[in-house]
């Protein structure tokens, strides 16, 4: 049983025992990282538009953002 499989209207995510940590600050912050980079690289790196998509407010997410450390000029240039 090493995969998770979800379904969502027509999409699946496969989650692999292997790929994530099992403690749960780490296997957290891994899905919050995940979540995240999804929803800005869906916006073109749109930060008003990808937290409105969340729902939660542009601040948090730049605090987010901060947190994860994630580089939104890449997610912008790649989109």
């Known amino acids: 049983m ?13 989650l692999s025992a ?3 940590s099992l403690d749960y ?13 999804k929803a800005l690289k869906r916006c073109a790196g749109n930060l008003s538009e990808a937290a ?3 729902g939660i407010t542009r601040r948090a ?3 987010q953002i ?3 450390n994630i580089d939104i000029s890449k997610i912008r240039r790649t989109s």
């Open 52 to 54: 409105r998509k969340l």
């Open 2 to 14: 090493n995969e998770v499989r979800r379904t969502r209207s027509k999409r699946s995510v496969s």
């Open 25 to 37: 600050r780490k296997a957290t912050a891994q899905f919050h990282r995940i979540w995240l980079h």
């Open 66 to 68: 901060a947190r994860f």
């Open 61 to 63: 997410l730049q605090l």
């Open 18 to 20: 292997q790929e994530y």
